[in-house]
Each structure stands twice: as structure tokens, then as C-alpha cells.
């Protein structure tokens, strides 16, 4: 057994109203700049509907995820290595522009400059691509709430697979009875097949959180990688001819904070937390051969962090008491594992994917409220989620591979909930019979409804902090001689100023700021290393390092005012404490003192 | 005028494409990509650019026959010159024209399509210029062979003795300088090929992903350690969202 932490997500698709907040501050956070104009990391999809890109659920057009071959091993569905790379020169099944959309802009400069006239100016709108005049035909979420679904509903793979069983009258009764909405981010799978498509090895799994990132100066743009993640959350920069994908915002998380994505839901229906899994039994579980077992083996692979034998796995693989205290309390290790009613998102894909979801109960709620029933009932409930198949049906080819009965045990459960706080709310004593009926105890069932319908902040997302306890000295790393008139002011890049890497440059962080923020005391001496931020300064006293010191006057003392260049303070600090007047030659202090 | 020619330039040659691939790897691992434009363009890229690629690839593998292979062990394994020479042309010629044709397509689809050639660099054009030259003479001088009968001329005496004898830094100008002028064509622009190869898109060719046959499919790295969080390096590729950065270039 080999203990590893992963960061993970459940989404509560009851709560979502498909505001599309997620995606737009996703997009502005992250695939705001050229070439990602179309790149959208997080996406909110109106299932039924053929998302985005169009139709990429359908793998036997774009051969995405994993297969078992004959001998019942796991093999890419797009092509073993060596066909990969004979097709390397032209990638056979890489969607185009048109199976996502034209990014377009409007011409609102028109609108102010145009001649006085007749009509109306009008902004045009121009391609993104091109910078040409274009129609626009397609977007990320064309279909949104249904729209031309009357036209191109038949398109949704999964009501393409669905109608293919049933019978023909399912289309009219589809189409009447529900939508719900289904966010995407990228999965951050135990087993992604874009990592195993990539021949640079470019694309890794990070060994602490299990967050899947592409490195940007090993990827040579050979594009398998598109073609190999069944969830098409892979893109291709145009501009930088790299590959993008979500970071689960892994700068913010190590700091512990949530996504963008998450942070921003107005229906705060996101849950972050860990999950502990097994890492060497990952390809075993991937490779069931019953796609229907994969929900159910994935399952097992989430360890229990209670069990001693699990404690011991993780301390022997170094992960820190703190993650293991995070991962007790994590909320979607409970909605995943303890109370089962967060699914994985298409587990036939075989890629183990880590962004689970709560089925939404809402449609069979709306319909039966719609009928004139009490919509809360138990009893209703219950039959109701039983009879309305269709739904279950199409949920369940989302969720678990076509299992309804998963499905329908995860609604029961749901309903269940409804209808046993309800009681409590009315003031009636609490019905321990629902809560039996779906095999929960009522205590279970209360702390589920605590965390799902309460859903606090902090119960919400549990992110336990990256340990950088090396790394913080490492902050604004660089030479300490690399200041003025030092010896190493030069930058020793053979090729001049800008050549090389580009050295880092601190920015302000939560903690940091929380942390400067709320202090007594001044901001740390050398924790900017002798520059004064005047953006993030709190105005409490006076950073070390704002204003030049005088002779007379070598210490500024906190509560004298600043009022201008005469006041004085100790220079920079570059290396420490002991810079005070030291040998390095400050150029600061060997400065005249100005005049007020 | 020979001397520095056939027994300076190859030298210098080596040297840009050495010490150039050395600087861009580890100065500009970002702008190091295949630079692929088939998210704007599939179906002509589908046909030309395999034919491109794979012709490229036989070429290359003719070339290591023809200049490295010495005409005295082809003669002891019993292969005639005659053999040779019709082996040579005919396979060559193919795999040239493949390459040519290939190219040419990718050439028509690179201008006719509005969004490919908007992402086409001054740096790209250039490339394709010396890249079409390169290929244009060869097959010249494979062409002229076949046009001139036996009369045309064995480079195996003359031109791959002078490449061989470059690696053992005593330069056979003399056999070199005996070419035809068809060939000394070709070697120069071929050497200013190479000379631009390392400042172009060309050198995805140095990282074909040959290692992808035997790594393992999953792979973990931890965490970067460097900047801490917060502390960001300033990041390559974030130019603002428009078609004004276009212009620009």
C-alpha cells in the first residue's frame, strides 16, 4: 500500500442555477491573454446538451480516455505509443476550432467614433482568430437552458445512447421533464490518459496533492494530449503553441485557500478537501473489466483516515501530520465515500477522475411539485425518483457508467434528507425510519445535512497548507549581492539584462497580508528584503526601508508622521540584520540627506 | 575561396548549430515547440504534413547512406555501382519528391488559410525559404543524374569523402571542390539550413519524443521547489487577449 494525498472536489449539482460565475472568473484569473481565447478551464454545461467541446463525449469519435485490450489490460483508446507516434505528424482526432467556437470580440470603438449619421453605429463583432468581420454561430455554451434543444438535442451523446435502448417515446417525455446544470473542471485523474498520451512526459501528477499540471518548458506541442483526456479539458494555446490546462488553482491552494472557481460560487455548491487513495493499486482498479464495478473500485482505492494501518501508510510516505488531519475532516472524502452520494464524472473513461458529484434531485422535486404533490414527502419522493427513469437513466450514464441503481440509491438519499429535516424543522420528533429506509442512521444523516445544506466555509473547503517551511527563505531568491554597486549587480547572464530566467518577484499573498495585516508589530525586517510595497503597506508606522536615513536621525521612530523625503529611516535591508551599516556599502545611506 | 568554403564553413556551421541548440535549450525551453497550427487548419495539414515529415525522414536516412557509407563496403557486401545509383535515385527520388510535394501543400495551406498564416513569423517565412532551397537543389542534383545517364556525377568519390574527412579535422577540400557545381549548391544552403536551424521552429526536430516508447505512463514529480507561493516568476505566453498582438510583429 502506498498512502498519497489528493486534492479533490464534489459538486452539489442541486445548487447549481448555471450563473456561469465560475467560468468567468475562472477565465479572468486564468485564460484572460491570447491564445486562450476559447480555453476555458471550467465550463458549466446545460446537460441535456452536447457540451463543450461539442460532443466530446463521444469517444468513438475522439478516442479519449482508456481501453482494456484483449488480454484485459489497460491500453489508450487512442493508440498504443508507437501508433502515437507514427501519428505524430498530424494529429488524427485533435478537435479543430469550429468543434469548439471562434472567439469574437465586438468593435466598440464604433460606437464613439462614428461619424454623426442616420443610424445607430453598431458594434460589429470581429474574430479573435482572424480580427475579421464574422457571424457568430457557436459558443462555450450555446445550448445554455436548453436553448435549441428542440433542434439539436438528439446531438447529446448520452441521449443518443439512451434513445438507441429505449423506446422512441422517450423524446417527448425527455425534452418535458428536466435539465440540470453540470460545471467541468479539469478532473485531476489517478490515471490520466492525457499524461500517459504526452511523448514529452511533459504533463505530471504532483506527488503532494495530486494536482495534474503541464509543464510549460517541456511541452513541445505534439497535441496527443488533447486527443487522449476523454474530458477535453486539455487545450492548445495557439499563440505559445503549448498545452493549458486547470491548475485547480494550486497557487491558492497551497496557501490554503480555495479555487477561483470554488471561492466564487454564488451557490456554493463546491466542497475542496483530501482524499487519501492507494496508489499502487490504481491501474488494478482502473482496469475492471465491468464498467460498472469502476465507481464501486474507485471507491475502494479512497482510504479511510481513522484506520491505524492507513495512518502508519501515510507517515511512512512523509505526509505531514497536518494533511492527515485535513483528510479526517475532509468534506468530500465524507460525500464520496462515507455517506456515498458523490459520484465520479464518467468513470468508463478508466481515468479515476477526482472532481465527484451530487446527483440533483431537483427535477423529480420540480415535477412532482408541478403535479400537485407534496414534493417533500418521503413517500413520493421515493416512488417518484423510481418512476421517472429517464432521468435516473441519463444520470446514471454521467455518473456511473449506466448503473441506475447507484443513482437511484444516491436521489433516495437525497430525498431522504429532505423529508427527515423537514420533520425536525416542523417541530415533529425525528422520523428515524427515513433515515433506516436509505441504510444512513439519523446522526449521519443530520451531519450530511449540516455539510451539504449548512455547508459552512470552513466545513466546505478543508485545504490543508503546502509545507513551505525550506521554500519561504526562498522567497525573492536571488543573489544577495544582486544590489546596486554590489558585486553581482551585473546580471551574470552571458546574453545581457533580459536573457536567462526571469527572476521572481514576491507577490503579496493571503497569509502574508492577513498576516501583516493583524500584527503589532512592523512588517518582519528582510521579509521584502528592503522593498517598500506601497500598495500593500497598512500604514502602521513606518516600513523599514521608506525613507532615507539622516545622520541625526538614524532611527525614524514608529510614530513620527511621514510626512516627506526629510524623514528618515535605516536604508533597505538586503541581507539581514546585520546590514544595519555594514560593510556593503548601502547606497541609501552613503546618500546626502535631502531637505525637506 | 575552397579552403573556406569546404574546410572553414562546415566547421563554423557545427558550431552555430551546436552552440545555438545549447543556447535556446536552456534559454528558451518555452518558445522550444512544434508551434502546431492544426487547431485552425485539419484536413490539408492531415495529407501534407505526414508526407512532409516521413519524406524528410527517408531523405535523412539517404543522405547517412550516401555520405557516410564509404563506396569501398558497399562494393564488398556485392552491390554494383549500377544497383547503387538506381537504388539511390529511385528510392531518393521519391522520397524528394514526397517531401517536395509535402512541403509545397504545406506551403499553399500555410498562405490560403487566413488564421495559419497570421501566426506565420517573419522567423517561419525565412525558414521556409531556406528549407524549400535546401530540398529544390537536392533533388537538382538527383534529377540531373538521372537526366545525364551515367555521365552523371558520382558523389561518393568526391563529396562523401570530404564529408567523412570533416570529422576527422583533416578536410578533403580537394575532392570537394572536384563537384559539380549542382552539388556545391546544395551543401551550402543545406549548411545554412543547419546555421538558422537552432533560432527556428526546426528545432522541435532535436526532442522527437522517441523516449516516449519506454517511459512509464503516469508520472509524478513533486512539488517545485523554487519561488514560494505567492512568489511568482513571470510567466512567458501572457500577452493580452485581442488581434492587436498580431500586428505588431
Redesign the interface.
Known amino acids: 500500500m502506498k498512502v498519497m494525498a489528493q486534492v479533490g472536489m464534489v459538486m452539489n449539482l442541486d445548487k447549481c442555477i448555471g450563473c456561469h460565475t465560475c467560468s468567468v472568473t475562472c477565465k479572468q484569473a486564468w485564460t484572460n491573454r491570447a491564445g486562450t481565447e476559447y480555453v476555458w478551464f471550467n465550463n458549466v454545461e446545460t446537460r441535456p446538451g452536447q457540451g463543450y467541446p461539442r460532443r466530446y463525449e463521444d469517444q468513438e469519435k475522439w478516442r479519449g480516455g482508456w481501453e482494456l485490450n484483449r488480454r484485459g489490460r489497460l491500453k489508450l483508446k487512442g493508440g498504443g505509443r508507437l501508433k502515437k507516434l507514427f501519428g505524430i505528424f498530424a494529429s488524427p482526432v485533435q478537435p479543430e476550432l469550429d468543434d469548439y467556437y471562434e472567439p469574437w470580440t465586438y468593435d466598440y470603438e464604433t460606437l464613439t467614433d462614428a461619424p454623426l449619421g442616420d443610424d445607430f453605429p453598431v458594434a460589429r463583432p470581429k474574430s479573435l482568430i482572424t480580427g475579421n468581420d464574422m457571424k457568430i454561430e457557436w459558443s462555450a455554451n450555446w445550448d445554455d437552458n436548453l436553448g435549441g434543444t428542440s433542434q439539436l438535442g438528439h446531438l447529446d451523446p448520452i441521449v443518443e445512447k439512451i434513445r438507441k435502448e429505449s423506446e422512441e417515446k422517450i423524446k417527448f417525455e425527455f425534452e418535458q421533464t428536466f435539465m440540470f446544470y453540470l460545471p467541468r473542471i479539469c478532473e485531476h485523474c489517478l490515471n490520466p490518459s492525457c499524461m500517459a498520451s504526452c511523448p514529452s512526459g511533459a504533463i505530471y501528477k504532483r506527488e503532494e496533492d495530486g494536482i495534474v499540471l503541464v509543464d510549460q518548458d517541456r511541452c513541445r506541442g505534439w497535441r496527443q494530449c488533447i486527443t487522449g483526456c476523454p474530458y477535453k479539458k486539455m487545450y492548445f494555446n495557439h499563440k505559445t503553441g503549448k498545452a493549458e490546462k486547470c491548475t485547480f488553482c494550486y497557487p491558492r491552494i497551497e496557501v490554503g485557500i480555495p479555487t477561483v472557481c470554488s471561492e466564487t460560487c454564488v451557490g456554493r455548491l463546491r466542497y475542496i478537501g483530501i482524499f487519501l487513495y492507494d496508489a499502487d493499486r490504481v491501474t488494478e482498479a482502473a482496469s475492471i473489466e465491468d464498467e460498472k464495478e469502476l465507481y464501486q473500485a474507485q471507491l475502494d482505492l479512497m482510504l479511510d483516515p481513522d484506520d491505524p494501518e492507513v495512518i502508519a501508510g501515510a507517515r511512512a510516505e512523509g505526509i505531514p501530520e497536518d494533511w492527515m488531519d485535513a483528510a479526517r475532516r475532509s468534506p468530500v472524502y465524507k460525500m464520496a465515500k462515507v455517506y456515498k452520494v458523490a459520484l465520479p464524472l464518467h468513470p468508463e473513461y478508466r481515468t479515476m477522475p477526482m472532481v465527484w458529484y451530487v446527483p440533483p434531485l431537483s427535477p423529480v422535486v420540480d415535477l412532482l411539485s408541478e403535479q400537485g404533490h407534496d414534493a417533500e414527502d418521503a413517500g413520493n419522493l421515493f416512488g417518484a425518483i423510481e418512476s421517472l427513469r429517464i432521468p435516473v437513466e441519463y444520470l446514471a450514464e454521467l455518473f456511473t457508467a449506466g448503473d441506475t441503481e447507484i443513482v437511484t440509491g444516491v436521489l433516495r438519499k437525497l430525498a431522504a434528507m429532505r423529508s427527515f429535516m423537514r420533520g425536525i424543522s416542523l417541530g415533529n420528533d425525528p422520523d428515524d425510519s427515513i433515515p433506516e429506509a436509505v441504510g444512513m442512521e439519523p446522526e449521519a444523516m443530520y451531519e450530511m445535512y449540516r455539510l451539504m445544506a449548512i455547508a459552512k466555509y470552513n466545513e466546505r473547503y478543508v485545504i490543508p497548507k503546502a509545507h513551505v517551511e525550506q521554500a519561504h527563505n526562498l522567497e525573492e531568491m536571488g543573489c544577495s549581492l544582486d544590489f546596486d554597486d554590489g558585486p553581482g549587480m551585473y546580471p551574470s547572464d552571458p546574453f545581457g539584462e533580459a536573457s536567462g530566467k526571469p527572476t521572481p518577484v514576491a507577490v503579496e499573498n493571503f497569509y502574508a497580508l492577513k498576516q501583516r495585516q493583524t500584527t503589532d508589530g512592523q512588517t518582519e525586517p528582510g521579509e521584502l528584503r528592503g522593498r517598500v510595497n506601497l500598495l500593500n503597506w497598512d500604514g502602521r508606522g513606518v516600513p523599514r526601508g521608506l525613507f532615507p536615513k539622516t545622520e541625526d536621525n538614524p532611527q525614524m521612530s514608529p510614530d513620527s508622521p511621514a510626512h516627506g523625503g526629510g524623514a528618515a529611516g535605516p536604508g533597505p535591508d538586503y541581507g539581514g540584520p546585520s546590514s544595519q551599516a555594514g560593510p556593503s556599502g548601502n547606497p541609501l545611506e552613503s546618500q546626502p540627506p535631502r531637505e525637506p | 575561396m575552397d579552403i573556406l568554403l569546404w574546410g572553414v564553413l562546415p566547421y563554423v556551421m557545427v558550431a552555430i548549430l551546436v552552440g545555438g541548440s545549447i543556447?535556446r535549450y536552456k534559454?528558451d525551453?518555452?518558445g522550444?515547440?512544434?508551434?502546431?497550427?492544426?487547431?485552425?487548419?485539419?484536413k490539408l495539414?492531415?495529407i501534407g504534413?505526414?508526407i512532409?515529415?516521413?519524406g524528410i525522414l527517408a531523405v535523412i536516412a539517404g543522405h547517412f547512406f550516401g555520405l557516410v557509407i564509404p563506396k569501398s563496403w558497399t562494393e564488398a557486401i556485392g552491390m554494383s555501382q549500377d544497383f547503387y545509383h538506381f537504388n539511390a535515385l529511385f528510392v531518393g527520388g521519391i522520397a524528394g519528391i514526397g517531401t517536395l510535394g509535402g512541403i509545397i501543400l504545406l506551403i499553399i495551406r500555410r498562405r490560403t488559410t487566413?488564421?495559419v498564416f497570421?501566426?506565420t513569423t517573419k522567423n517561419d517565412k525565412l525558414m521556409y525559404v531556406v528549407l524549400v532551397a535546401a530540398i529544390v537543389f537536392g533533388l537538382w542534383t538527383t534529377l540531373a543524374s538521372v537526366f545525364l545517364g551515367d555521365h552523371g556525377h558520382n558523389y561518393r568519390e568526391t563529396v562523401s569523402p570530404w564529408f567523412r574527412s570533416l570529422f576527422i579535422f583533416q578536410p578533403d577540400i580537394a575532392s570537394m571542390a572536384a563537384a559539380p557545381f549542382s552539388f556545391h549548391l546544395h551543401t551550402l544552403v543545406g549548411m545554412l539550413l543547419f546555421c538558422i536551424w537552432p533560432f527556428t521552429r526546426l528545432v522541435?526536430a532535436f526532442?522527437a519524443?522517441?523516449?516516449?516508447?519506454f517511459?512509464p505512463?503516469?508520472?509524478?514529480?513533486?512539488?517545485d521547489?523554487?519561488?514560494?507561493?505567492?512568489?511568482?516568476?513571470?510567466q512567458?505566453?501572457?500577452?493580452?487577449?485581442?488581434?492587436r498582438?498580431?500586428d505588431r510583429k
Open positions: 543556447w534559454y525551453q518555452f522550444w515547440t512544434t508551434r502546431s497550427s492544426q487547431l485552425y487548419e485539419s495539414l492531415r504534413s505526414p512532409f515529415h516521413f487566413g488564421p497570421m501566426a522541435h526532442t519524443p522517441l523516449h516516449y516508447l517511459r505512463y503516469i508520472v509524478y514529480r513533486s512539488r521547489v523554487g519561488p514560494a507561493p505567492g512568489s511568482r516568476a513571470r512567458p505566453g501572457w500577452q493580452p487577449v485581442g488581434t498582438d498580431r
